[in-house]
């Protein structure tokens, strides 16, 4: 079974502009987070999906941040005109089954330049 | 506000010897913590939790003790081996398990031979 996979793996963009980071959840899982880590921090929570309900959307820095999830699916994290204090690595997590635990894709590394 | 803390960024233990990687928290309301570990480049994985209704965990060489009374929490390893080498957050969810996470910033774990 494949785990929870994230897509580009890096990102180098120019600042200003904007960036799509994907996300695809391990298959079956209805609840769906993304979190960032920035430079010697820890990981900090930005949205969190559950099944149909509004999604939970607490801890996104800014309106230039957003996030949707199709099809009960695969999420997409949207950031409009990126500026340098975005860099991070974006991780995503998917949990189902009815467990606790959150499983983690290996993330994508964004660079603002 | 950080609700989870790790205050030592970093630890070295030689092979063979015990780790033991500490946490704290703030918040009362919680009652169940998970660790995870994460290796350069990877996602973090679930390495052991606990909920508050106990004291000790143990899973093979890993074993989480909860100090409700102290908001503290620990985990030993051992014995610890060069592969254990990693970054161990700490981490609790809001409300029921199946929130989001709030994490601490990690302790460096390095195993020497």
């Known amino acids: 079974g494949a785990g929870v996979s994230q897509s580009p793996s890096n990102k180098v963009t120019e600042k200003g502009k904007d960036v799509e980071l994907r996300c695809d959840p391990i298959s079956g899982h209805t609840a769906l987070y993304w979190y960032r880590q920035s430079l010697g921090q820890g990981l900090e929570f930005l949205i969190y999906f559950q099944g149909n309900s509004a999604p939970d959307k607490s801890g996104l820095p800014s309106d230039r941040f957003s996030a949707e999830r199709t099809g009960g699916s695969v999420s997409t994290l949207t950031i409009q005109r990126t500026q340098q204090e975005d860099s991070a690595v974006y991780l995503c997590?998917?949990?189902?089954?009815?467990?606790?635990?959150?499983?983690f894709g290996p993330g994508t590394r964004l660079t603002v330049l | 506000d950080q609700q989870v803390k790790q205050n030592s960024p970093s630890l070295s233990v030689q092979e063979g010897r015990i780790s033991i990687l500490n946490c704290d928290y703030t918040?009362?309301?919680?009652?169940?913590f998970l660790w995870y570990k994460k290796y350069p480049a990877e996602g973090p994985t679930f390495l052991i939790s606990i909920s508050s209704i106990k004291d000790k965990n143990e899973d093979g060489k890993f074993t989480v003790f909860l100090n409700k009374s102290a908001k503290h929490l620990s985990l030993h390893i051992v014995p610890s081996q060069p592969g254990d080498s990693a970054v161990y957050f700490c981490a609790a969810p809001r409300g029921s398990t199946l929130g989001r996470l709030y994490f601490g910033r990690g302790t460096q774990l390095t195993v020497w031979p």
């Open positions: 918040n009362s309301m919680f009652d169940y």
């Open positions: 997590a998917s949990r189902g089954g009815g467990g606790d635990t959150q499983y």
